[in-house]
């Protein structure tokens, strides 16, 4: 079963558990709000290390796909070019093999070479 807390629902947990465990010191149930606070902590901390992880990658998967996309219209544009074509925004997503509106997107790639 997943739980999701706020900072602030995290906080009163481990202070409640906390005040648990000092009252039962030397019991099982305090050895146990211990080994629950600990619990807690790494579930929290891995929860923000996993969201983190996560946008990385999703950045970076975006870049490597924008450079693709970007690599793929320049050299579309070269080879019209090198055949003496029109350049368009349609002919360049045909030889391309992008999107049209991924062409119209990078526009300014068409233009500038």
């Known amino acids: ?37 600990s619990n ?10 996993t969201k983190s992880l996560k946008r990385t990658a999703t950045k970076k998967a975006i870049e490597t796909k924008q450079q ?13 070019n ?3 074509k029109k350049i368009n925004v349609n002919s360049v997503a045909k030889i391309s093999g992008c999107s049209y509106n991924t062409v ?3 526009k300014h790639l068409i233009y500038e070479i």
Do not use: C, H, W
């Open 1 to 37: 079963m997943r739980i999701t807390l706020t900072i602030d629902e995290y906080s009163l947990i481990q202070s409640a558990l906390d005040k648990y465990s000092t009252y039962f010191k030397n019991d099982d149930i305090g050895i146990r709000s211990k080994e629950l606070i």
């Open 82 to 84: 090198l055949e003496n």
């Open 68 to 80: 693709n996309a970007k690599d793929k219209i320049t050299n579309a544009v070269n080879l019209l």
């Open 40 to 49: 807690l902590e790494n579930q929290f901390n891995k929860s923000f290390t």
């Open 104 to 106: 119209k997107k990078y």
